[in-house]
């Protein structure tokens, strides 16, 4: 039996790019550190009216293309009508189902901690981490927005790998400034 799906307990790992093919096959796009997961994945989640559901992943319905693209086929959509209507659409997994690859100090181990602000408390997960020439930017869902964060020196206080949980203290509007 499936468990709950509730977002908050899930990862984006990339998106549907566009149909492939006649049979409703998509090429996907995903972050390269998740091709591990993908490689073990017999479903994923697309998102269907706010909410996720469950795409299982067919027989032979699963190939990579390059490092970071593959060529998928779900079960359920059997034609190009269908999956025209998923084009562009996330591609999520549960947080806890994300196979880490042998990097130790991937960036990308930093998905799923909680994050503490200083001022506004606990903001939520970090959904994204982007490495911008060695400068670090984790993502956060706070109120319904997406709010980015440089994790530089002076912003992180404290990585509590234990709890896995970030403290912060972000800079003067930054985290109001997503919120307008």
């Not at 096959?25 to 997961?37: A, I, K």
């Not at 073990?40 to 795409?55: H, S």
């Not at 549960?94 to 799923?112: A, K």
């Not at 964060?149 to 930054?174: A, K």
């Amino acid at each position: 039996m499936m468990r709950a799906i509730i977002k908050e307990d899930c990862t984006t790992i990339g998106y549907l790019q566009k149909t492939h093919g006649l049979d409703g096959s998509f090429s996907m796009h995903f972050d390269e550190q998740f091709d591990l997961t993908l490689e073990e994945a017999e479903y994923l989640f697309l998102e269907i009216d706010g909410g996720l559901v469950p795409f299982f992943i067919s027989e032979e319905g699963f190939r990579f293309r390059g490092n970071d693209g593959a060529i998928i086929h779900f079960d359920e959509i059997e034609s190009q009508e269908q999956a025209r209507e998923f084009t562009g659409s996330p591609v999520w997994v549960f947080t806890d189902e994300i196979i880490e690859s042998e990097e130790d100090n991937s960036p990308s181990l930093l998905i799923g901690y909680d994050v503490v602000d200083q001022k506004h408390g606990l903001l939520g997960k970090v959904t994204d981490v982007d490495d911008y020439s060695g400068n670090l930017v984790i993502t956060v869902i706070f109120r319904e927005n997406e709010v980015l964060i440089p994790l530089s020196d002076d912003v992180l206080t404290e990585m509590d790998e234990t709890n896995r949980q970030l403290n912060l203290i972000c800079p003067d509007g930054l985290i109001e400034l997503y919120l307008e």
